[in-house]
């Protein structure tokens, strides 16, 4: 079991921003596809945005697209979400998953680690 350790979360007004880090194992961001999910109360857990090990990225275009935005460092090991003119809809918390490359990126049941996840709250 690969540990995912999300942090960053917080309590935020409307439009501003946040930076999630997701710490990993050395070299995990090196071999496996990397995603971030969040999932609000009441609501099914929802895709993101991803990265894959060798760097492309894809994001939930409906609603966080051109707002957050998805990197790594992969000497750290560490998995980034950089979030933007945050909106109350945001509100969720947020977790980071780690998947065998080849395997569809937008599903949840690809990712076989999952972090403990990191609340972020946006008020209006």
């Known amino acids: 079991q690969t540990q995912l350790v999300e942090s960053g979360g917080g309590s935020v007004q409307a439009g501003d921003s946040l930076r999630l880090s997701c710490s990993t194992p050395?070299?995990?961001?090196?071999?496996?596809?990397m995603a971030w999910f969040r999932q609000a109360p009441g609501k099914e857990r929802e895709f993101v945005a991803a990265?894959?090990?060798?760097?492309?990225?894809?994001y939930n275009d409906d609603s966080v697209k051109g707002r957050f935005t998805i990197s790594k460092d992969n000497r750290k090991s560490t998995v980034y979400l950089q979030m933007s003119s945050l909106k109350p809809e945001d509100t969720a918390v947020y977790y980071c998953?780690?998947?065998?490359?080849?395997?569809?990126?937008?599903?949840?049941?690809?990712?076989?680690?999952w972090g403990q996840g990191t609340q972020v709250t946006v008020s209006s």
């Open positions: 990265i894959s090990r060798s760097g492309p990225t894809t």
């Open positions: 050395p070299k995990t961001v090196m071999w496996y596809n």
């Open positions: 998953a780690a998947a065998q490359p080849g395997t569809p990126a937008r599903e949840p049941r690809s990712y076989q680690n």
